[in-house]
């Protein structure tokens, strides 16, 4: 009834015959801060320590960058978009395995803090919690995949995805929330951007694996030179001449090696030395 799987283009387990992917796991844990939002809200419980705002982070509250897109306001659309998040990953999820899509994933709920962070950094602070940028910029990945497939027969997923971000726009334009509408289209773009990469067969996260940030330093080892023996000659004029005057004899004065040149040499100007 239950099995697990390891290859990771499979499902992670299977429930019976229904397959059981980190789509899942992710729509649950987005169904599960519904509840638990609501629950706190009920109890009259601040939210905002659990959202994303710098000048917390800064000082402490290091767990904000992984909740705040989990805190969910209750409204008509949110099962919707659980269903959304959970059906348009497990397709995208389908096509790129598992570890693609926890990379895209990553790459998604990165971008908010990252984002929000550079305008604090220009003196201008938002508060950022809702999952809206996160699964529009899901969909954006599932349209890029297949963008001509009609969504109930009649609208591609392209257009589809265009009308999504459309209208994130329009919400956040008439509230001047700049920052959200920034973290909106800088999401879309980087999953774009993505799945373009993949399908071209470059993977950023493969290319920044290769470099090694921290290489050990390479060992250096003292190689002694091997220093060539000086060949003693001996001091005997005629020791030193017979060989090389035979070797004359026999085979040239071109025979001579170098060292025989200079005791022909030096033997020349000890005879001539001599009175």
Request: with cysteine; hydrophobic share 50%; charged share 15%.
């Amino acid at each position: 009834m239950f099995g697990v799987t390891t290859s990771e283009d499979q499902p992670i387990a299977w429930i019976g015959k229904y397959p059981v992917r980190v789509a899942a796991f992710l729509a649950a844990a987005y169904l599960l801060g519904i509840f638990v939002t609501t629950i706190l809200k009920t109890a009259s419980i601040d939210i905002t320590p659990f959202a994303f705002f710098f000048p917390s982070f800064i000082r402490g509250a290091l767990w904000q960058p992984f909740t705040c897109t989990f805190i969910q306001e209750v409204t008509f659309f949110s099962i919707f978009n659980v269903l959304f998040m959970f059906w348009s990953g497990s397709e995208v999820e389908k096509y790129l395995g598992r570890r693609r899509f926890l990379q895209l994933i990553g790459t998604l709920l990165l971008i908010p803090p990252v984002v929000i962070s550079g305008w604090s950094l220009f003196g201008v602070h938002w508060l950022y919690y809702e999952s809206y940028e996160f699964s529009i910029g899901l969909f954006i990945a599932f349209a890029t995949l297949y963008p001509n497939v009609q969504w109930f027969g009649w609208v591609p997923l392209k257009w589809l995805a265009f009308v999504g971000l459309f209208l994130g726009s329009m919400q956040q334009l008439p509230r001047h929330e700049w920052g959200h509408l920034s973290v909106l289209w800088i999401v879309c773009a980087a999953s774009f951007v993505f799945i373009r990469l993949l399908q071209r067969g470059i993977s950023i996260f493969d290319f920044f694996g290769r470099i090694q940030f921290f290489k050990p330093k390479p060992k250096f080892h003292i190689v002694t030179r091997d220093v060539p023996r000086r060949t003693v000659e001996p001091e005997s004029i005629h020791e030193s001449i017979d060989p090389v005057l035979e070797k004359i004899s026999k085979f040239g004065i071109n025979s001579l090696t170098a060292s025989e040149r200079r005791a022909l040499d030096r033997a020349r100007n000890l005879l001539l030395k001599k009175p």
